[in-house]
């Protein structure tokens, strides 16, 4: 095991990578920005190295200040965490070129799974299915028409390098495309440096599902199940339950063995998600493969017992994966959903401000993990996250119970601050999200709806919720440099 370990990253997500460390002996360095001087992770760690100012780009985003961090300090090992540059092939090569070992994927898997054609062809390849469309990038606005007449309207237009809801437009008539595809050149172009597009049908009525798995360096994988994420805004999920709900037995098996066959293909090295769009038929359809710790991990270790941090600074430091698949036996339902310091009655704008009170639930079987205190100034540099509540039941009726209790709990205050909890609670009264028949389309109807009361009716009328997903046109989530889904 690393007898050092720098944490390349800030927030809730420090926090937890640290207490993983700690448990298992290994000493910490925190960096941080200015913004960051004051927090937990920067108290609670061995040492910390500020690494420039409060502007992300030249902080969490600067690879050469992060590296000299870890050299300076004898750190033996970088954890990314989620977001910066967690999925970052460069920064990983940049550390291995100065000695260090980065948790996570080899950049040459990270690469490769990085660029969504490449990764789709990989999976194809290894027999996982995908949305119709096209395997290849496509030149021409004739040539994504082309496509898309073969496949149906609507269809979606996506950036090959895109991530985070970013690079994305979903198309309805022929007539839309050519200026979609344009738009979404153009805008690819401007957030990636590369401009490559290629078309897929869009499922309406889709379930987000995706599937947690560990590998070692020996070849060597197991799958942790299922999770649901179908609840998002702006393709950035706000709640998300392990194992994924209404699914049937053999269409589970099926998603996970399709995603560990993916994985194990390429070659990939420590804990990752595949990520899979079921439609209303259960026809499920690969999407992608994310390179990193994910932000609703605790619902996988909550039915589990595994933690998945332990298992990355393990894997990562040469130890052959510590199970089989015999040993994983999930149990129960966990909920988990995030507390974001924006006003959903505002497209979920964020809402920086100070915290005057910040209390947070306790109780059975409930978890959460947050950088938050009283007295917190939530700045507006990064993401809005601040929380994430999770709770474990033997079964999901108790599960969204003990979740409603939870956030009844939750006391966040302070001028401005608004914060999405009301809107998850609406959520958790939602029909077809109680009967574990939602889709991707969930958020929107409840932001149509004229209240919560009406929208109950037709979640009752409608279990199946059948309005299409947001749509993303390159707008940045909901904050400028910690993207995360």
């Known amino acids: 095991m690393f007898e050092k370990v720098l944490i390349a990253n800030r927030g ?77 092939a460069d920064f990983a090569e940049i550390c291995a070129d100065n000695g260090l070992t980065f948790i996570g994927p080899p950049p040459p898997v990270m690469s490769a799974l990085a660029d969504k054609a490449t990764a789709r062809a990989w999976m194809r390849r290894a027999g996982l299915p995908l949305p119709p469309g096209s395997v290849e990038t496509l030149p021409t606005a004739q040539r994504a028409a082309e496509i898309a007449a073969e496949v149906g309207y609507p269809v979606i237009v996506k950036a090959a390098a895109g991530g985070g809801g970013r690079g994305m437009t979903v198309v309805h008539t022929p007539g839309d495309l050519p200026r979609a595809y344009a738009r979404t050149r153009a805008a690819a172009q401007a957030a990636f440096g590369d401009d490559r597009v290629y078309v897929e049908r869009y499922l309406t009525d889709a379930r987000h599902v995706e599937v947690q798995v560990l590998c070692d360096g020996n070849g060597n994988g197991v799958h942790l199940g299922t999770r649901d994420c179908s609840v998002q805004r702006r393709h950035q999920k706000l709640v998300e339950e392990a194992p994924a709900p209404s699914l049937p037995a053999a269409v589970v098996d099926s998603i996970e063995r399709a995603a560990l066959r993916g994985v194990l293909e390429v070659g990939f090295t420590g804990a990752g998600t595949v990520e899979f769009l079921v439609d209303d038929a259960d026809r499920f359809h690969f999407l992608e493969i994310n390179c990193r710790i994910q932000v609703e991990h605790p619902v996988t270790e909550m039915i589990t017992g595994i933690d998945l941090v332990h298992e990355q600074l393990h894997i990562a430091a040469g130890v052959p994966l510590r199970m089989r698949q015999s040993d994983v036996r999930p149990h129960g339902v966990a ?79 302070g001028p401005g601050v608004r914060t999405t909890i009301p809107f998850v609670r609406r959520v958790l009264d939602d029909a077809a999200f109680r009967k574990g028949r939602y889709s991707t389309g969930l958020v929107d109807r409840l932001l149509r709806a004229v209240d919560p009361a009406d929208d109950a009716a037709a979640g009752a009328a409608a279990p199946t919720a059948g309005a299409a997903a947001p749509t993303a046109d390159g707008t940045v989530p909901s904050g400028p440099d910690q993207r995360r889904n």
Do not use: M
Not at 74 to 83: C, K, L
């Open 12 to 88: 809730e997500i420090a926090l937890r990578v640290l207490r993983a460390c700690r448990e298992l002996g290994v000493r910490t360095v925190a960096v941080y920005s200015s913004a960051d001087a004051d927090s937990a992770v920067v108290r609670l760690a061995d040492e910390a190295v500020r690494i420039g100012p409060a502007e992300a780009r030249r902080s969490y985003l600067n690879a050469a200040a992060i590296v000299e961090a870890a050299r300076r300090t004898g750190a033996q090992a970088v954890h990314p965490g989620y977001g910066f540059l967690s999925e970052d």
């Open 335 to 413: 909920v988990e959903c995030r507390v974001n310091v924006e006003d959903p009655d505002r497209g979920f704008a964020p809402t920086p401000g100070r915290l005057d009170r910040f209390h947070p639930p306790g109780g059975p079987f409930t978890r959460v993990d947050t950088h938050g205190r009283p007295g917190y100034v939530v700045g507006p540099h990064y993401d809005s996250l601040l929380a994430k509540v999770a709770v474990w039941a033997p079964e999901r009726e108790l599960a969204l119970d003990r979740l409603e209790r939870a956030l009844g709990e939750f006391d966040i205050g």
